[in-house]
């Protein structure tokens, strides 16, 4: 059965940095399309970046634009969240979402990102 599991969050100070991990595994196939999402408590889940057409394309929700990096290492089927410039309003569970190549779509368990003094 397919896993994906996300890795790398916690508590981090305001203007500080967390690369988060969501790694696709007990698959043949590899990741085409990948998605992190976050909610935070009380509020609606928010798209904060996505990576598609096998990498070719990135893109990022304007609260997080020039502060976070969407990549992925095809060889290992993970994607990475790296977040610079943190700040309170960040805190959140973000989930990734993946797409393989055979267009089954799959989620994460979720890791919290907390950022505070």
């Known amino acids: 059965q397919v896993q994906v599991v996300e890795s790398g969050g916690g508590l981090v100070q305001p203007g500080g940095s967390l690369r988060l991990s969501c790694a696709a595994s007990?698959?043949?196939?590899?990741?085409?399309?990948a998605h992190w999402f976050r909610q935070a408590p009380g509020k609606q889940r928010e798209l904060v970046a996505s990576?598609?057409?096998?990498?070719?394309?990135?893109n990022y929700g304007d609260s997080v634009k020039g502060r976070f990096t969407i990549s992925r290492d095809n060889a290992k089927n993970t994607v990475y969240l790296q977040m610079n410039g943190l700040r309170p309003e960040d805190t959140a569970v973000y989930s990734c979402?993946?797409?393989?190549?055979?267009?089954?779509?799959?989620w994460g368990q979720g890791t919290q990102v907390t950022v505070s003094a």
């Open positions: 979402n993946v797409i393989l190549s055979s267009n089954r779509s799959y």
């Open positions: 007990r698959t043949i196939f590899v990741v085409t399309n």
């Open positions: 990576t598609t057409n096998s990498g070719g394309a990135t």
